[in-house]
């Protein structure tokens, strides 16, 4: 009787930690997941105020007396590009395509934003100054969440990769995760994408 009792605990002792070792790396890449998908929330969010900043900024320069026409325009075509590319981001989650796109159009609405910025004309300036000390804010705000999602999308891509975990996305369907505008640099400016 004795050796039964052994022999059934020494099948099940595995089976058992088998299945916590199993529902521990699945509960540590679906929190990763979730990290992932708060923080690229976070990030659309951030990008949709930068462009607010943006349309408000050509708004106040496009007042002006002595307006920049030509760059005023630009940045309210880059703007509406960069609006469509973040919507088609969050209707097509992971999409490399739609990740690209995004980064180039957030690419043009900086570029277009910060030669408007550079056109002003030093005695129309002041009148752009509100807008302008939003946009600076806007850009410091997109940087940090810009590095909150980097660093979740590596984590989970790590997690992903590593041993055990490796089958269990594989079971359960956890694809490989990719940052919204690529990584980070110590500026506010735009780097170009790099997949995970």
């Known amino acids: 009787m004795k050796t039964l009792i052994l022999v059934v605990i020494f099948s099940v002792l595995p089976v058992f930690f088998l299945f916590v070792f199993t529902m521990s790396s699945f509960n540590l890449l679906n ?7 708060r923080t ?3 990030l659309a969010a951030a990008l949709r105020r930068r462009q607010a900043a943006a349309a408000r900024l050509a708004e106040a320069a496009g007042a002006l ?12 075509r880059a703007r509406e590009a960069a609006v469509a590319a973040i919507e088609k981001t969050e209707r097509h989650h992971g999409d490399d395509g739609a990740l690209d796109q995004a980064f180039e159009a957030e690419t043009k ?15 129309s300036a002041e009148g752009a100054a509100e807008p302008r000390r939003e946009w600076d804010e806007a850009n410091q705000r997109v940087a940090c969440t810009r590095l909150d999602h980097f660093q979740a999308v590596a984590s989970y891509n790590r997690h992903r990769q590593r041993g055990w975990s490796r089958l269990i996305a594989g079971v359960f369907l956890f694809p490989p995760a990719r940052p919204l505008l690529g990584e980070p640099s110590s500026s506010t400016s735009v780097r170009p ?3 995970s």
Do not use: H, K
Request: charged share 30%; net charge negative; aromatic share 0%.
């Open 31 to 37: 929190s990763s997941q979730r990290r992932v998908r």
């Open 40 to 42: 690229l929330e976070m």
């Open 65 to 76: 007396p002595d307006a920049p026409g030509a760059e005023v325009e630009a940045v309210r």
């Open 109 to 123: 609405l900086v570029t277009a934003t910060e030669e408007l910025v550079r056109a002003l004309p030093p005695a």
């Open 193 to 195: 994408a790099a997949a």
